[in-house]
C-alpha cells in the first residue's frame, strides 16, 4: 500500500541520518555539542577564517518539535567543528522576543543564525542588520520575507504539506461535512502557507467540505486546549479538525480523547510521533502526518556552514553537503528536506521522536 514506501523510506532515512551523523562527529576534533557560551573560538578542524558559532532560534523553548530539530544541529554544528547556543522566547508567538536574540547574536558576531520564523516580516529589520554586520542567516521551518535572509530550510513543498492533511481529513470523513483548522500563532509564515493551499486543494477537489473556522492556539498547549473547546461548541456539526501544528495536534488530541467527540469529530495535521502515540493508540487520532525534526535541524546547520566557509553563496544550483548526503540550492535560495510522511497504528511505534 502506499504507506509502506514511506515507512520504509523515512526508516531508511532516519537510520541513514543518524550512521552519518554519527560518524561525522566521530571524525570530528571534540568541539562541544551542548550549548556553549557564544564567542568561543572554532574547533582546530574548521578553516582558521570560518566563525562556526552559531545562535539557533526557534519560534520558542520548550516545544519538543524545537527540541528534536536542535538535537540535529548539535550533532551537525559538532561534525564540522563549531559550537552552537540554543535561546529564544517562551511564547511561539513572539516576533519582538525573537528579535532581541537576533540583535544578541549580531553584537555576539556570531558565525550564523539559524532562525524559525514567528512573522515574516516583523523579525526582517533586525535579520538585515545581522546579515550587514557579516552574520549568515538561515531560516528554517518557518520562513521570512526572502530578502531578509541568506537561505532558507524547507521541511517539504507547501503544496505537499497542504496535499497530506487534505487527503487525510476528507477521506475520513467522507469527503463531505464541516472542518476547522487550529493553528500555531496568527502571523507564522508556515502555517498561513500551508493553510492557504489548503483552501485551494478543498476548493479545487473537496467541493462539499466547507472549512467554517480558522482558530489560533498561538503553539501554546493551553491556548490550543482552549481552542479546541471552542470550536466544538461553536460548531455543532463539525465533523474534522485539521491542526497543522504539532503543538495544536497533540493538544487537541488532549481534549478529544476524554471528551463525547472522540471518535466521532476526527482530527489529523502535523504532529510527533512521541507526542501523539497515545492518541492514536486510543482511537482519538487515526492518522498524522510530519517530517523528520532532526534532519531537518541537521541540513540546516550543514548549509550554515557551508555558507560560513563560503562553500555556498545561495545562488540556484549550488550543492553542498550535508553528512554523506548532497543537496541543492534551489529557487528563492531555498532548500527542500523532502516530503511529509504519514504515521498511523501500523507504523508510529518505529518512531521515537
Ligand atoms: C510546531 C511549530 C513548527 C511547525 C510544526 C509542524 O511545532 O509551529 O513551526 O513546523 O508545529
Redesign the pocket.
Known sequence: MMLGKSRVGLRAMAALAASSLLLAAGCSSGGAASPAASGSAPASSAPAAANLTMTFLP?NLG?P??DTSFKGVQAAVQAVGGTVTQVGPAK?DDPAGQVSYINTATQQQVGALIV?ANDKSAICDALTEAKTAGVKVVTF??DTNPECRDLFIN?ATAEGIAKVQVDIITSEIGDSGEIAILS?AAN?T??NAWIDMMKKELAASHPNVKLVDVVYGN?DDQTSFDKTAGLLQSHPNLKGIVS????GIAAAARYLSTSKAKGKVMLTG?GTPNQMREYVKDGTVTEFA?WNPEELGALAAYAAAAMVKGEITGKEGETFKAGDKEYTIGADATVLLGEPYKFNKDNIDNFNF
Open positions: 519560534k516545544n518539535y524545537f511561539g524559525s521551518d518557518s521541511q500555531a507564522a508556515n502555517q503553539d497543522p501544528t504539532t503543538v502535523l510530519l
